[in-house]
């Protein structure tokens, strides 16, 4: 499979490293979209989408932010690729959604939501096949998580000594309001029962080694609750997980065997 990414930052240099270090040798990444014309070591790159389209691929991977989605989503889709979309955030927008979908459906692709920083976004999907009740998400990360976001002009990061909640509402407006750190807001709206409906908080924790996600859902299947704590990246925003979840899905679209779909 010939995969492209748009962007190399912490997310898409730990996938591209991922995929070197596969014995397997299922993928080969053909391409890189930056922001600017930087050499990547071994793998073609450029800053003109016209260019990048002309690379041989399969599959683009975006991880470089909601502004990408918006660029290039549907471009990529017409063109024929296949697109994986770690800043699912942007589909708060919801004719952003509707063009995405509409282009992947006319060019016979498919668009990829991995996991990413949540867990459960499977069984919550599942449990929408039928009566869905509540879906909430609490996200705490520390102060250094928020830097070069609106919460760093509202608070004193450096001086916080106890937890202090900067939003309540829904999915779509947490993922809207702070789109570089809670995708995963937007995700469970998706997933579950709508950006809308789905309520959530965010706190600036410092006394939060990791970002922190808790999810409670309540349905017909009855209810179930999560925690998750992840490790953050060389990005403080974003996880080490979520290359991981990238990589088990390029894995899910080549194995002979699914685990957790």
């Not at 790159?45 to 549907?74: C, H, K, N, P, W």
């Not at 060019?107 to 459960?120: D, E, I, Q």
């Not at 919460?151 to 829904?170: C, K, M, N």
């Amino acid at each position: 499979m010939r995969i492209g990414f748009i962007g190399y930052g912490a997310i898409g240099r730990d996938v591209i490293e991922r995929i070197g270090r596969e014995p397997s040798g299922d993928w080969v990444v053909t391409g890189v979209l930056t922001r600017s014309d930087r050499m990547i070591p071994g793998i073609p790159s450029t800053s003109r989408l016209s260019e990048f389209l002309e690379y041989e691929m399969d599959l683009v991977i975006e991880a470089a932010g909601q502004d990408a989605v918006r660029a290039y989503a549907v471009p990529i889709l017409d063109a024929g690729c296949s697109l994986v979309i770690t800043s699912v955030g942007a589909l708060c927008d919801d004719g952003l959604a509707r063009d995405i979908e509409a282009a992947a459906a006319a060019s016979g692709v498919r668009v990829f939501f991995p996991s990413c920083a949540l867990a459960g976004l499977d069984r919550i999907a599942a449990a929408r096949e039928g009566r869905l009740d509540r879906v909430s998400l609490t996200t705490r990360k520390p102060p250094a998580a928020w830097y070069g976001t609106g919460v760093e002009h509202r608070y004193d990061l450096d001086r916080l000594t106890a937890p202090v909640r900067v939003f309540q509402g829904s999915a779509r407006e947490a993922a809207q309001r702070y789109p570089q750190s809670v995708n995963v807001a937007a995700a469970v709206g998706l997933a579950g029962v709508g950006l809308d409906q789905t309520s959530v908080e965010i706190w600036v924790d410092p006394a939060c080694q990791h970002n922190v996600h808790q999810v409670e859902v309540e349905g017909e299947f009855g209810r179930f609750s999560f925690e998750v704590n992840n490790f953050p990246s060389e990005n403080p925003k974003t996880g080490v997980i979520v290359a991981m979840s990238i990589m088990k899905l390029l894995k899910n679209l080549t194995a002979p065997f699914v685990m957790g779909i």
